[in-house]
Nanobody, 124 residues
Framework: QVQLVESGGGLVQAGGSLRLSCAASGGTLNSYSAGWFRRAPGKDREFVAGISWSGGGIYYADSVKGRFIISRDNAKNTVYLQMNSLKPEDTAVYYC?????????????????WGQGTQVTVSS
């Protein structure tokens, strides 16, 4: 059974950068769209970015557009989220997810495999 493992979270000052990775084991991310979501304290989970299986299609939430970059390396079975110009309001647990085969979009309902999350904390 496929498992997704996120890494790269941590504590960073406002204006700094982090790069999150999401590696698949026991299965594949190839041929599947993937996404990053986040949940801030006291808030609902929200979509951050999504990428199609080929990398040719990409979505971003308006709140991160121009600052975050999603990418994938299918040879490494890994999806990345480069986060630049971080703000305190980016503080959250970040989750990667694999979409159901043939689907791609912003809705969490399209994703059926989730990682355990990695904490990102941005200090002011």
């Amino acid at each position: 059974q496929v498992q997704l493992v996120e890494s790269g979270g941590g504590l960073v000052q406002a204006g700094g950068s982090l790069r999150l990775s999401c590696a698949a084991s026991g299965g594949t991310l190839n041929s599947y769209s993937a996404g990053w979501f986040r949940r801030a304290p006291g808030k609902d989970r929200e979509f951050v970015a999504g990428i199609s299986w080929s990398g040719g299609g990409i979505y971003y939430a308006d709140s991160v557009k121009g600052r975050f970059i999603i990418s994938r390396d299918n040879a490494k079975n890994t999806v990345y989220l480069q986060m630049n110009s971080l703000k305190p309001e980016d503080t959250a647990v970040y989750y990667c997810a694999r979409a159901r085969i043939g689907t791609f979009g912003r809705s969490s309902g399209l994703y059926d495999v989730w990682g355990q999350g990695t904490q990102v904390t941005v200090s002011s």
